[in-house]
């Protein structure tokens, strides 16, 4: 399996409709990936929350409708990393969409949790209420998103559903780079899944530069591929049965005891 991280940058003059053509030449170089992904909210920027409500697309927006183009011209499974989703009752979420090979979506998740440290996401966004796992060629597949990282209950709901692998879209500050490492290889270690993060890159709306510094992790805690702080693609091959051998040789999942009786002692 050959996996490719498209680092994005969402520059605020560059207009949506610009930035897609742009990401479209980015993602056409990744030809010969089986698995295409990209960051979080690149369309909009992350920071640009003045103009959610503006730049907000049903699931059939032009981000998706140019995501099933890309999926079928490179024959891959294309993350498109999220977008802001407006539905039918004008409600506002960051969501993640996975496409196949055919343009099809296969997978879509709603943030949880939505971030309010110096964010107005958790203003402006309505939380996601559920998780779910996306049978694939690849494997049970799953998603979070960038602040979901600091949240292991949530992970381990997606383990207890069945995820082998799980693809992190984001757009986490440079600022918090470190951060960003650990809990990247700490949920891929702790809840034994291949972890494929996505983050994005440069100086967004107000001034908050990205971390980059995407990767791929595997449920040993070894990392795969790391990429810099620069636009661009990053490969990265890797056998998705290295999941089950970890699992296997280390059954750490397997013994859990959980949950507890509590008990109140006298």
């Not at 697309?57 to 024959?75: F, H, I, N, S």
């Not at 004008?90 to 964010?119: C, E, M, W």
């Not at 992790?217 to 056998?239: H, Q, R």
Request: charged share 25%.
């Amino acid at each position: 399996m050959r996996i490719a991280l498209v680092q994005v940058a969402s520059p605020q003059e560059e207009s949506p409709s610009q930035r897609r053509s742009r990401v479209g030449r980015m993602v056409s170089s990744a030809r010969g990936a089986d698995l295409v992904v990209l960051p979080e909210l690149w369309v909009a920027g992350y920071f640009a929350f003045d103009r959610y409500g503006e730049l907000a697309e049903r699931l059939d927006g032009p981000t998706v409708a140019a995501g099933r183009l890309w999926a079928r011209e490179l024959d891959a499974h294309v993350h498109l990393g999220s977008v802001i989703e407006k539905d039918s009752d004008g409600r506002l979420f960051n969501t993640a969409v996975l496409l196949a090979p055919d343009g099809q979506i296969v997978h879509t998740y709603r943030k949880v949790h939505v971030f309010g440290y110096a964010s107005r996401e958790s203003e402006l966004l309505t939380p996601g209420d559920r998780v779910t796992v996306a049978d694939t060629v690849f494997g049970p597949m799953a998603a979070t998103t960038c602040y979901d990282l600091r949240f292991p209950e949530l992970w381990r709901g997606l383990v207890d559903r069945g995820a082998k692998a799980v693809v992190v879209p984001a757009a986490w500050p440079a600022a918090r780079r470190e951060h960003w490492r650990l809990f990247t290889t700490c949920r891929a270690v702790e809840q034994q899944v291949l972890l494929i993060a996505c983050n994005a890159v440069g100086v967004q709306q107000g001034g908050t530069e990205l971390g980059g510094h995407s990767r791929v992790v595997d449920p040993w805690g070894s990392v795969l591929a790391e990429a810099g702080t620069e636009e661009g693609v990053t490969f990265c091959d890797i056998d998705p049965a290295v999941v089950d051998k970890v699992r296997g040789e280390f059954p750490v999942l397997a013994d859990r005891r959980w949950p507890l009786e509590v008990r109140t002692e006298t």
